[in-house]
């Protein structure tokens, strides 16, 4: 008589789709892009973390354990190093100008540049920079700017330098940069300000200024 022949392993579908969420979570923790990470990625590690149980109950622990442990213990250490290099770039782009003015009438140049800021609300400067970059870029890039809006987050930089970051929706956000440590240690989340800067353009997404100062 002919022997059977052995049973082949079973695949373990749930496993390996628990692989690939994983992967893509990651990712998007990495990529430097507002909000993608905890829109995106954290949903995702979530579910390649329900696909591990899933693999465990149907071909035994050793079928997803590893996933399960990497979704728990893995994933919040690659979600900072993608806030780290958010950080990082944000910081970079941003940083005031080490340009010393020595002309004597410097005062009286502030004086009216302020006088001449466009006064614009967080939330509008961010629809106004997802509409058209370019003709945002007119209206504030290299421009003096009186910005109003709520503290989301008061952080630091890669360069130890103050960073606050201004609620302009949901999840958005426009970056202040400049502001004094003195400033920024007085602040609170959910505080209204109003502050001076120059435009900077938009890095990531997000619209980012220099050379801030509260008023």
């Not at 780290?84 to 005031?96: D, E, L, T, Y």
């Not at 602040?187 to 997404?205: E, H, R, T």
């Amino acid at each position: 008589m002919n022997k059977a022949a052995a049973p082949l392993p079973s695949s373990n579908p749930a496993g390996i789709a628990a692989w690939l969420m994983l992967g893509i979570a990651w990712l998007c923790f990495l990529i430097p892009f507002p909000g993608l990470g905890i829109v995106v990625g954290w949903p995702l590690n979530l579910v390649a973390f329900i696909l591990a149980v899933v693999a465990m109950a149907k071909g035994g622990a050793g079928k997803g354990i590893v996933q399960l442990l990497l979704s728990l213990i893995v994933s919040p250490l690659v979600y900072f190093m993608g806030v780290v290099v958010f950080a990082g770039a944000i910081g970079a782009m941003s940083q005031p100008s080490a340009e010393i003015r020595a002309d004597p009438d410097s005062a009286t140049e502030t004086a009216t540049a302020q006088a001449a800021a466009v006064e614009v609300a967080a939330r509008q400067l961010y629809l106004d920079y997802q509409a058209n970059e370019v003709a945002a870029d007119v209206l504030y890039k290299g421009k003096p700017l009186l910005i109003a809006g709520e503290v989301a987050m008061i952080q630091t930089d890669l360069l130890d330098q103050p960073q606050v970051h201004l609620k302009a929706g949901p999840i958005e956000q426009v970056t202040i940069s400049g502001l004094s440590k003195d400033e920024a240690a007085g602040l609170s989340k959910g505080d209204a300000v109003i502050v001076a800067c120059m435009g900077n353009g938009m890095v990531l997404g997000s619209p980012v200024t220099r050379d801030c100062a509260l008023q």
